[in-house]
């Protein structure tokens, strides 16, 4: 927290029991603020790069999918990114790779192949957002998924799944038989 004085701060902003659901950070005299909602996400962000850091296994759905529902969920406009991992499916990096409009993110294979290269990644995981919260994934999504898939093929890197977060839920491309 900064050092922001308590008494400078809106009565509201300080705790009281009447705003005792929402999250607090302490400041450098010791006083409880109203954490603003931006700061509680990137802090939840912070923690989740380290839930799933570099060398970990994915092995449930859910881990992944709660990881990726943090990462992806806050944004008002499309970013499609994924998880890089070796051929024991250990975490290499998770990036995001395009970041689009409030309807759609243009992906680009080619690049796609150069950051699996780049990786050196045995297998990956895709996912993106719908802003909307529907995750229902669209026709176009499945098409560019097929060609993500037939790109990184030929340089022997395996698509396990693409997760399409959307809202509080998410849908998997694997689970609904697409890959």
């Given at each position: 927290?900064?050092?922001?004085?308590?008494?400078?701060?809106?009565?509201?902003?300080?705790?009281?029991?009447?705003?005792?659901?929402?999250?607090?950070?302490?400041?450098?005299?010791?006083?409880?603020?109203?954490?603003?909602?931006?700061?509680?996400?990137?802090?939840?962000?912070?923690?989740?790069?380290?839930?799933?850091?570099?060398?970990?296994?994915?092995?449930?759905?859910?881990?992944?999918?709660?990881?990726?529902?943090?990462?992806?969920?806050?944004?008002?406009?499309?970013?499609?990114?994924a998880i890089f991992m070796d051929t024991q499916h250990r975490v290499?990096?998770?990036?995001?790779?395009?970041?689009?409009?409030?309807?759609?993110?243009?992906?680009?294979?080619?690049?796609?192949?150069?950051?699996?290269?780049?990786?050196?990644?045995?297998?990956?995981?895709?996912?993106?957002?719908?802003?909307?919260g529907e995750p229902d994934p669209s026709d176009a999504d499945r098409?560019?998924?097929?060609?993500?898939?037939?790109?990184?093929?030929?340089?022997?890197?395996?698509?396990?799944?693409?997760?399409?977060?959307?809202?509080?839920?998410?849908?998997?491309?694997?689970?609904?038989?697409?890959?």
């Amino acid at each position: 927290m900064t050092h922001t004085s308590a008494a400078a701060l809106p009565a509201d902003s300080r705790y009281s029991p009447s705003n005792a659901s929402q999250l607090f950070v302490c400041d450098s005299d010791g006083n409880y603020l109203a954490a603003p909602d931006d700061r509680v996400i990137d802090a939840a962000r912070q923690v989740v790069e380290r839930f799933v850091s570099k060398g970990m296994k994915l092995n449930t759905p859910n881990r992944v999918r709660e990881f990726l529902w943090l990462k992806l969920a806050g944004y008002d406009h499309e970013v499609f990114g994924a998880i890089f991992m070796d051929t024991q499916h250990r975490v290499i990096e998770f990036s995001e790779l395009f970041h689009g409009t409030l309807d759609s993110a243009s992906v680009y294979p080619r690049e796609v192949v150069k950051a699996a290269l780049h990786h050196n990644a045995g297998a990956v995981i895709f996912t993106h957002n719908h802003p909307s919260g529907e995750p229902d994934p669209s026709d176009a999504d499945r098409r560019i998924t097929q060609r993500l898939k037939e790109a990184l093929g030929l340089i022997e890197v395996r698509v396990l799944d693409h997760i399409v977060v959307g809202g509080s839920d998410s849908v998997s491309f694997a689970e609904r038989g697409y890959l």
